[in-house]
């Protein structure tokens, strides 16, 4: 998908006019891909660290969602609820706190790519990739 020059071009096209051009985890690459991110800071996927670096974005590690001009990435999964409620607090906050508290959303994780990398528990997949929270015998 990286290189097909039509979603590329579409792109391209699509964030020149949109208020938001927006992607969760490894969707920055494909972004980047499009020349979006270049010599802008992203977030990055975690199974994919240098991907969107290797297209000239400046991969950040320690933040949720980073806002470039009207483009905005998201580390992951769970870092596009973030980024969805960011955007839904744009136009509503009133409803967007709402919604955090009807998903019983938490946003505020304790453990980010940046410090799981210093306390990085066994991965469940061969690639690295995996962060999960740090262990600990007392309460941080």
């Known amino acids: 998908m990286r290189a097909d020059a039509k979603l590329l071009d579409w792109l391209?096209?699509?964030?020149?006019?949109?208020?938001?051009?927006?992607?969760?985890c490894s969707g920055s690459v494909i972004l980047a891909a499009a020349g979006l991110l270049k010599?802008?800071?992203?977030d990055v996927a975690l199974a994919?660290?240098?991907?969107?670096?290797?297209?000239?974005?400046?991969?950040?590690a320690d933040e949720r969602i980073v806002r470039a001009g009207n483009v905005i990435t998201s580390?992951?999964?769970s870092a596009g609820l973030d980024l969805a409620l960011w955007l839904a607090g744009?136009?509503?906050a009133k409803v967007a706190q709402g919604d955090q508290l009807?998903?019983?959303?938490d946003h505020s994780p304790r453990s980010t790519p940046a410090t799981c990398r210093r306390h990085r528990l066994p991965p469940r997949r061969g690639n690295g990739s995996n962060c999960r929270r740090?262990?600990?015998s007392r309460p941080t």
């Open 134 to 136: 740090t262990v600990s």
């Open 75 to 77: 580390a992951g999964v």
């Open 102 to 105: 009807a998903i019983e959303y």
């Open 90 to 92: 744009k136009s509503a």
């Open 48 to 60: 994919d660290p240098s991907g969107a670096e290797g297209f000239g974005a400046i991969p950040v």
């Open 12 to 24: 391209r096209g699509l964030t020149g006019t949109a208020s938001w051009t927006t992607s969760v």
């Open 39 to 42: 010599d802008r800071r992203a």
